[in-house]
């Protein structure tokens, strides 16, 4: 590989699994992945989804990082119209004074939820409106000089967490360029404008205290097994169990349901979703991963590794590293 690769881990509770054995999962994955030579490991907030456990972003980073030496951690990101920017200046100033040089925090503007959930959360809908000024407030507060006079983050204030902005769209790559903050592009779910946004944000991308020159993150879905017909058939499954959690309302489809439902015009969406997936043995993945650098003109790529059991995703993320190249710790 000529990129860097990073890990999105979504914390999957599996069928038959408990958020606890989820969480050990990561903690592995996170151990394999500071072993093998990735460059960062980064979480999502969810909620209201039966299938992923991030939903308290900055609490399993701590967790994490507390099992792990090196590797870098962070949000992939924080839905920031879901917080006070001053809350989460604390929760990831805090992060950085235990865990010096390890931290990040990427930044996305949606809320990571339906509707009702976002009720739940106490969520103005509106507030979406003002990510932008919002997140120069909580830059503020970790590389000063603070937006709010009178109001300090502790811990927070000149911890310089790097900031990150997450996009699926083309308004993320417009702030990302007038910020001068790296992007990070959710094309492992949301293909449709990665090369408009990253065009646009290398074009518009204007230099800042944090980063002098444009960075593009690409997320991609990766699948790698000891052959093509195993990989295949994870795949598969993968795309089963999305339709369960789009569609199920709770329910978990049997095999043929949710066949049936992928072959269908909705299904068909599910599987647009994830256009962007490397499947198969080592060289194939190794390859559509090269390919997928040059097309999506990534800096570094974020990959989640899709197969819905704890042992195949470490195994994926092992077979992975192996034909990239990448230095092991």
């Keep these: 590989m000529t990129v860097p690769l990073s890990i999105l881990d979504?914390?999957?509770?599996?069928?038959?699994?408990?958020?606890?054995?989820?969480?050990a999962g990561s903690v592995a994955m996170a151990q394999l992945a500071e072993?093998?030579?990735?460059?960062?490991?980064?979480?999502?907030?969810?909620?209201?989804?039966?299938?992923?456990?991030?939903?308290?972003?900055s609490?399993?980073?701590?967790?994490?990082?507390?099992?792990?030496?090196?590797?870098?951690?962070?949000?992939?990101?924080?839905?920031?119209?879901?917080?006070?920017?001053?809350?989460?200046?604390?929760?990831?100033?805090?992060?950085?004074?235990?865990?010096?040089?390890?931290?990040?925090?990427?930044?996305?503007?949606?809320?990571?939820?339906?509707?009702?959930?976002?009720r739940a959360l106490r969520r103005d809908p509106m507030s979406s409106d003002s990510f932008p000024q919002d997140v120069l407030e909580l830059q503020g507060y970790l590389n000063g000089p603070t937006r709010i006079p009178g109001v300090e983050a502790t811990p927070g204030k000149g911890t310089n967490v790097p900031l990150y902005i997450l996009?699926?769209?083309l308004f993320g790559a417009k702030l990302a360029a007038q910020l001068g903050l790296p992007y990070a592009f959710a094309s492992h779910f949301a293909p449709n404008a990665?090369?408009?946004?990253?065009?646009?944000?290398?074009?518009?991308?204007?230099?800042?205290?944090q980063l002098d020159a444009p960075y593009v993150i690409a997320g991609v879905n990766v699948i790698a097994a000891d052959s093509t017909k195993e990989a295949q058939a994870m795949f598969r499954e993968t795309l089963r169990a999305r339709v369960s959690l789009f569609f199920g309302n709770g329910r978990v489809f049997t095999d043929d349901e949710a066949d049936m439902i992928l072959d269908s015009p909705q299904g068909?969406?599910?599987?647009?979703?994830?256009?962007?997936?490397?499947?198969?043995?080592?060289?194939?993945?190794?390859?559509?991963?090269?390919?997928?650098?040059?097309?999506?003109?990534?800096?570094?790529?974020?990959?989640?590794?899709?197969?819905?059991?704890?042992?195949?995703?470490?195994?994926?993320?092992?077979?992975?590293?192996?034909?990239?190249?990448?230095?092991?710790?």
Excluded: C
Excluded at 99 to 116: E, K, M, T, V, Y
């Design 194 to 209: 990665l090369q408009d946004a990253v065009a646009i944000y290398r074009r518009e991308f204007s230099p800042s205290a």
């Design 35 to 57: 072993k093998l030579g990735y460059r960062r490991v980064w979480y999502a907030e969810h909620h209201n989804m039966s299938s992923i456990a991030s939903s308290a972003t």
């Design 167 to 169: 996009g699926s769209s």
């Design 10 to 23: 979504l914390a999957t509770i599996g069928k038959g699994q408990t958020a606890a054995e989820s969480f």
């Design 268 to 329: 068909q969406h599910v599987v647009q979703m994830m256009k962007y997936s490397a499947v198969g043995t080592q060289d194939a993945v190794v390859e559509y991963l090269d390919e997928f650098t040059a097309h999506a003109d990534a800096d570094e790529l974020m990959v989640a590794h899709q197969t819905t059991g704890t042992e195949t995703r470490l195994r994926s993320v092992e077979l992975l590293a192996e034909v990239a190249g990448l230095v092991r710790a």
């Design 59 to 118: 609490v399993l980073i701590a967790h994490i990082a507390a099992h792990t030496e090196s590797i870098r951690l962070g949000a992939g990101g924080v839905m920031l119209p879901n917080h006070s920017p001053l809350t989460i200046a604390e929760q990831f100033g805090t992060l950085e004074t235990l865990h010096a040089g390890r931290i990040d925090l990427g930044l996305g503007r949606a809320p990571g939820s339906d509707q009702n959930t976002l």
